[in-house]
């Protein structure tokens, strides 16, 4: 008999920052890295080691030692040192789809600095994986995965085949016993045979053949003596070959014949914690980043593409935001498991990342306006498809461009607020003067008002300054060469009194409702007719908000809503929770508030374009969970302000609830009652959706809780939300068991406050999922939180809707003298949803998915293009259409667009 292959990979996995800091655990890993490279190039028995598969690790070490970098792309070129292929490690589930396309993207180029990537998907260490990763996986030319958590009691064997909802697969390297089962090892050779028998011994049939054995875990260094350790074991024994080998070699002889096949997501808790509560703590920072995503995808890179020259793609600034993007989604920084300086810092990089993402967009978009042939405001349509819908502007006492029809005269539109006219004059001191110039930066004077023009002239009597304001921005206005001219006269007549005439006439801000504003184009502002105008009823304590589509009714007594007649939306349910930020976990003595003790509802605004009600509840909630009893104590006062919202000619509802919180140890829900019992839902993922039912798999380490992240929509029993930011959601109300089980409602959570990074003894999980370190900033107490979501009751485009609720048609004003005509398109794609418009490698690409199980044509509007993979080769050619499958992803690249 054969000895039984130990294949050993030396590695570390390296957390940028989790339980201390970046640049306290940065000072471990240049230690760590200082001492690799000198063992590496002293002992050729220490022949490999895998730097945790992102480049990340390598980059933050040589921004310290960048003299190091000749040595370690030495070793990696000689395939010593295994890089790639991720940036960071990622979680799947928290960061937007493109995110982890670029992510997968930067580290490859990156590792190409130092000879390549490794060839394969590792993912140590995140909690669950998405559907499509084979996909993403195997456009990037990888055939093999590396997992842990997640796999399902029903794959039995070390390896299995993992395949996308679209057929595509890879063969999956299961960690039963995760990236550490071969952590430090005893230095001696007859210890590591013992440790050896015992670790097959444990794996039992689990195993295939080889033994996998990762040699490290979390900022482990290396271990000096294992080559030594290695020859001697060989030696003494003939029960196995020992081998110091990389993740590639490995893999390259591992067979794929008989492997169970297990088909989309890998979310199951039967072996190792899932660690589900992620998705809920810290709401403010899944909401921050998820701003910050769609302000860079969806805005920032597809208007700088297609409204901006070809030559002025700021591919430096953009690089930079991806790059905190990036780095945010570090499984332990966007799961929010960490200390608050470091969740300080990913907030903080989610904030760099979207100002420069709206500063490009703004810009993208003056330079749309300033094309234009015609005066006046264009509205623009971020999204792909065609799209009509709410647009918001400040206009004066008149339309633009309709022949000056009073607005009082007008049904499709509506004031919502208004500014009378301010001719008058101030006379003031030089000085006051110099002191106010002083304060000016920009002609911006509010969000409603811009200064349009300034003149300036003078007399013996004094200096007169006249400033025209209105309502939009006039780009080419000096003002700070006005400022200057104003201050040189002053200069020269330092005595002289200064008269300042403002002339301001009327200025409103109105909603109106436009039609059919092509995808990724843009169209002259027509207020359209209004075929349903909303109206708002009073009844007593009920208020009304109908438009002949969807009929919302408040209840002024119990602060909830109805929709078509599905009522009790909007109920907020608020209970203990003395688990950490991993897991959610009940007190022993829980009480429930899921009733205001007083309400108020206040008309906001009547319609006909839109109509929006306050419903303002006062809770009273307990204060925080005893420890010891395990039961809530104290009390807090606190006001609920929940803003609904119709629209004319929609169906949707659009909510917005708002609070400063001050609890301790609690989650709050809102509940949602389903038009009819479901035994299933439908989230959207990366890259597609994700059918769940009613249990997640568990075991006694960790409750098998059916909490599950959704990126912007959850679908279940004919009710569709849409939501600002991933989300937890939950089925609830469950009656009936096994396959006759069904929920009446799905719940929402809107935060989750917690004191530990991790903790003991809890109920849903025993033992500690890291370091029992209290975290204050977990607990969001004097936070203000806001949860902005919608509900359509019925039959629902969830794809449509999300982009119609997240993604707003925009108002850019122009002043014409361009080429434009009023309404076009920069790009028409058809059949299938859009995730990426951006100019790579100096032609414009475009990435998009199939959401649907069958084929499909994709249409780009006569162009032609070629496909290409995430590496940028191209796959094949096509000429104005092309066909994709079921869930397919394509890249697609058009040249001379």
């Given at each position: 008999?054969?000895?039984?292959?130990?294949?050993?990979?030396?590695?570390?996995?390296?957390?940028?920052?989790?339980?201390?800091?970046?640049?306290?655990?940065?000072?471990?890993?240049?230690?760590?890295?200082?001492?690799?490279?000198?063992?590496?190039?002293?002992?050729?028995?220490?022949?490999?080691?895998?730097?945790?598969?992102?480049?990340?690790?390598?980059?933050?070490?040589?921004?310290?030692?960048?003299?190091?970098?000749?040595?370690?792309?030495?070793?990696?070129?000689?395939?010593?040192?295994?890089?790639?292929?991720?940036?960071?490690?990622?979680?799947?589930?928290?960061?937007?789809?493109?995110?982890?396309?670029?992510?997968?993207?930067?580290?490859?180029?990156?590792?190409?600095?130092?000879?390549?990537?490794?060839?394969?998907?590792?993912?140590?260490?995140?909690?669950?994986?998405?559907?499509?990763?084979?996909?993403?996986?195997?456009?990037?030319?990888?055939?093999?995965?590396?997992?842990w958590r997640g796999v399902p009691a029903s794959v039995t064997r070390s390896a299995f085949?993992?395949?996308?909802?679209?057929?595509?697969?890879?063969?999956?390297?299961?960690?039963?016993?995760?990236?550490?089962?071969?952590?430090?090892?005893?230095?001696?050779?007859?210890?590591?045979?013992?440790?050896?028998?015992?670790?097959?011994?444990?794996?039992?049939?689990?195993?295939?053949?080889?033994?996998?054995?990762?040699?490290?875990?979390?900022?482990?260094?290396?271990?000096?003596?294992?080559?030594?350790?290695?020859?001697?074991?060989?030696a003494l024994q003939d029960d196995y070959r020992f081998e110091i080998t990389s993740l590639p070699e490995y893999l390259a002889q591992a067979s794929t014949e008989g492997l169970q096949r297990w088909v989309g997501e890998l979310r199951s808790g039967a072996r190792a914690n899932m660690l589900m509560g992620v998705t809920s703590n810290r709401v403010d920072v899944k909401r921050a980043v998820a701003r910050a995503e769609r302000a860079l995808e969806r805005r920032a890179e597809p208007y700088t593409a297609l409204f901006s020259g070809a030559g002025e793609w700021p591919g430096r600034l953009l690089g930079v935001a991806w790059t905190q993007m990036v780095r945010n989604a570090a499984h332990d920084s966007i799961c929010a498991c960490s200390v608050d300086d470091v969740v300080d810092a990913v907030l903080h990089r989610a904030a760099e990342a979207r100002s420069i993402s709206e500063g490009l967009a703004q810009r993208a978009l003056q330079s749309l306006g300033a094309s234009m042939a015609d005066s006046g405001p264009i509205v623009v349509n971020p999204a792909a498809r065609q799209r009509s819908g709410l647009v918001e502007l400040v206009v004066g006492d008149a339309m633009p461009g309709d022949g000056g029809a009073p607005l009082a005269d007008r049904g499709d539109v509506q004031v919502v607020s208004e500014r009378a006219g301010l001719p008058g004059m101030l006379t003031l001191d030089a000085q006051t003067v110099k002191t106010i110039l002083g304060m000016i930066d920009g002609a911006r004077i509010d969000a409603d008002a811009w200064v349009q023009d300034v003149t300036i002239g003078e007399d013996e009597t004094g200096i007169d300054v006249t400033v025209s304001i209105g309502p939009e921005e006039r780009p080419d206005l000096q003002i700070a060469e006005a400022v200057q001219d104003l201050r040189s006269r002053l200069g020269a007549r330092p005595g002289a009194t200064v008269r300042v005439r403002l002339d301001r006439p009327p200025i409103r801000r109105i909603v109106a409702r436009v039609d059919g504003v092509p995808g990724f184009g843009w169209q002259a502002f027509t207020p359209a007719p209004l075929a349903h105008p909303v109206q708002v009823t009073a009844d007593g304590d009920r208020v009304g908000l109908a438009n002949g589509l969807t009929t919302v009714l408040v209840d002024g007594a119990s602060g909830t809503f109805a929709v078509d007649g599905v009522a009790g939306m909007?109920?907020?349910?608020?209970?203990?929770?003395?688990?950490?930020?991993?897991?959610?976990?009940?007190?022993?003595?829980?009480?429930?508030?899921?009733?205001?003790?007083?309400?108020?509802?206040?008309?906001?605004?009547?319609?006909?374009?839109?109509?929006?009600?306050?419903?303002?509840?006062?809770?009273?909630?307990?204060?925080?969970?005893?420890?010891?009893?395990?039961?809530?104590?104290?009390?807090?006062?606190?006001?609920?302000?929940?803003?609904?919202?119709?629209?004319?000619?929609?169906?949707?509802?659009?909510?917005?609830?708002?609070?400063?919180?001050?609890?301790?140890?609690?989650?709050?829900?809102?509940?949602?009652?389903?038009?009819?019992?479901?035994?299933?839902?439908?989230?959207?993922?990366?890259?597609?959706?994700?059918?769940?039912g009613l249990v997640a798999e568990g075991r006694p380490d960790e409750h098998g809780l059916p909490t599950f992240p959704s990126r912007r929509f959850v679908a279940a029993g004919g009710l569709t939300v849409v939501h600002d930011g991933v989300a937890e959601y939950e089925l609830v109300g469950v009656s009936g068991a096994g396959e006759e089980a069904r929920a009446a409602a799905l719940a929402i959570t809107v935060l989750r406050s917690t004191g530990m990074l991790s903790r003991l003894g809890m109920a849903y999980r025993p033992f500690p999922a890291g370091p029992l370190t209290p975290v204050e900033g977990l607990q969001l107490v004097g936070r203000r939180i806001e949860l902005r979501y919608a509900v359509a009751?019925?039959?629902?485009?969830?794809?449509?809707?999300?982009?119609?609720?997240?993604?707003?048609?925009?108002?850019?004003?122009?002043?014409?003298?361009?080429?434009?005509?009023?309404?076009?398109?920069?790009?028409?794609?058809?059949?299938?949803?859009?995730?990426?418009?951006?100019?790579?490698?100096?032609?414009?690409?475009?990435?998009?998915?199939?959401?649907?199980?069958?084929?499909?044509?994709?249409?780009?509007?006569?162009?032609?293009?070629?496909?290409?993979?995430?590496?940028?080769?191209?796959?094949?050619?096509?000429?104005?259409?092309?066909?994709?499958?079921?869930?397919?992803?394509?890249?697609?690249?058009?040249?001379?667009?």
């Open positions: 008999m054969s000895p039984r292959r130990v294949a050993i990979v030396p590695h570390t996995h390296w957390d940028r920052e989790w339980y201390d800091t970046f640049q306290s655990f940065r000072l471990r890993l240049v230690e760590t890295v200082d001492a690799l490279i000198p063992l590496m190039e002293a002992d050729p028995s220490y022949a490999r080691f895998l730097l945790d598969g992102q480049m990340a690790a390598l980059d933050d070490y040589l921004e310290i030692r960048p003299g190091a970098a000749p040595r370690v792309g030495a070793l990696a070129a000689a395939g010593r040192i295994t890089v790639g292929p991720w940036y960071t490690l990622m979680d799947e589930f928290l960061v937007s789809a493109e995110t982890i396309v670029r992510n997968l993207q930067l580290g490859m180029r990156r590792a190409a600095d130092f000879g390549g990537s490794m060839a394969v998907g590792y993912l140590p260490d995140m909690f669950g994986h998405v559907a499509q990763m084979p996909q993403i996986l195997r456009a990037a030319g990888i055939e093999h995965a590396v997992v085949i993992w395949e996308a909802p679209d057929g595509s697969s890879v063969r999956a390297e299961y960690l039963p016993f995760g990236y550490g089962n071969g952590a430090l090892l005893p230095d001696d050779a007859k210890a590591l045979v013992r440790r050896i028998t015992d670790h097959v011994e444990q794996i039992g049939p689990f195993l295939l053949d080889d033994l996998l054995l990762m040699n490290g875990s979390d900022h482990l260094p290396p271990q000096a003596a294992l080559g030594r350790v290695v020859a001697e074991a060989n909007g109920t907020l349910v608020d209970g203990g929770d003395l688990g950490d930020s991993y897991n959610f976990s009940p007190p022993a003595a829980d009480r429930l508030v899921d009733a205001p003790e007083g309400v108020r509802v206040t008309v906001m605004e009547r319609g006909p374009v839109r109509a929006r009600v306050a419903i303002d509840a006062r809770y009273r909630w307990p204060d925080r969970v005893d420890g010891g009893s395990q039961r809530r104590v104290g009390e807090h006062e606190v006001d609920v302000t929940t803003v609904v919202e119709l629209r004319a000619d929609e169906t949707a509802v659009r909510v917005e609830t708002a609070f400063v919180n001050p609890s301790r140890d609690h989650r709050l829900r809102v509940h949602l009652p389903l038009p009819r019992p479901a035994a299933t839902s439908e989230a959207e993922c990366a890259f597609g959706t994700v059918v769940r009751v019925g039959p629902a485009d969830p794809w449509a809707l999300a982009d119609d609720v997240l993604l707003p048609l925009e108002v850019q004003g122009s002043f014409g003298g361009g080429t434009r005509s009023r309404r076009g398109s920069a790009l028409e794609v058809i059949g299938a949803e859009v995730t990426a418009v951006r100019r790579e490698a100096g032609v414009l690409e475009v990435r998009l998915f199939n959401p649907g199980h069958e084929e499909t044509t994709v249409h780009f509007d006569e162009r032609s293009g070629w496909l290409v993979d995430l590496r940028g080769s191209p796959l094949e050619p096509f000429d104005g259409s092309f066909r994709l499958r079921g869930h397919g992803i394509a890249t697609v690249r058009l040249p001379g667009a």
